[in-house]
């Protein structure tokens, strides 16, 4: 085990963004149906700069360090990029906006003498909610801290049940590192997310009425915020010293 950093890359991310990370792990035999998840590293705003702002300043490579107990088996990787840039408004009331999840996912096979199986306590049916405070969160009022949603960081040292044995082994090899990319887009928010052979969701919403959405197309939209795009339904006349710039299809914002 000469290496236990997992190396995650993307390279689809276009500033202004302020975004956290988060990885999570569980047993592949798990197929990722439950409860099973347990997350390994999260970062989100430190020292006033956002985890994705280093991901960039990285070329677009994130460091997860794997724990050094962890048990030899194959496990799904999945590394996730919240996007906050819409965030300040609650998805219920206009499912036009809200937080953005974008998620990859990555199966690799760890070696060695580790015994320490993941907890796996953390499902993501049901496991965020369109109110946590790191979800429904307004990046524009000069917050100086953010709530990283989802269960803490494992510790790396109490383990879960041994994982049932998997019949298909991939990317073989002999230290603990593996290479995924992000899928990180601006494409409009959805509900779930989906990985090759299997589906999670990202946000269940509770119930609730729409009521229209703040402002409308003749309003004065703020720096970084949507101007426009197919589904924007909000101002699109920016403040001044600020022009409405395409980003693609679905989104352009003020800038």
């Known amino acids: 085990m000469a290496d236990n950093s997992a190396v995650v890359g993307t390279t689809s991310l276009i500033p202004p963004t302020r975004d956290p990370l988060l990885s999570t792990l569980l047993p592949a035999s798990s197929e990722g149906a439950g409860s099973v998840w347990t997350k390994i590293a999260e ?71 580790g015994t320490v199986t993941p907890p796996g306590t953390f499902g993501f049916v049901g496991g965020y909610s369109h109110n946590d405070p790191g979800i429904l969160f307004n990046l524009y ?72 959405p703040a402002g409308d197309n003749s309003g004065i939209v703020a720096k970084y915020y949507q101007c426009g795009g197919k589904i924007h339904t909000g101002g699109t006349n920016c403040v001044a010293g600020t022009k409405c710039t395409f980003q693609n299809e679905y989104y352009s914002y003020c800038l």
């Open 43 to 113: 970062s989100g705003l430190s020292g006033g700069k956002w985890a994705v702002e280093t991901l960039i300043a990285n070329g677009g490579k994130h460091h997860v360090t794997l724990p050094t107990a962890l048990a030899a088996g194959d496990y799904l990787l999945r590394a996730e990029i919240i996007a906050l840039h819409e965030a300040e408004t609650d998805y219920p009331v206009n499912p036009a906006r809200g937080a953005q999840f974008y998620p990859s996912c990555s199966q690799f096979k760890v070696t060695g003498s």
């Open 141 to 212: 009022n000069g917050a100086t801290s953010y709530t990283i949603p989802g269960p803490a960081v494992w510790d790396g040292k109490t383990g879960g049940s041994a994982p049932a044995p998997s019949s298909t082994a991939v990317v073989p090899s002999t230290t603990r590192s593996v290479t995924t990319a992000l899928a990180a887009t601006t494409a409009p928010a959805a509900t779930s997310v989906s990985a090759p052979g299997r589906t999670s969701s990202a946000i269940v919403p509770a119930a609730s009425s729409p009521t229209k």
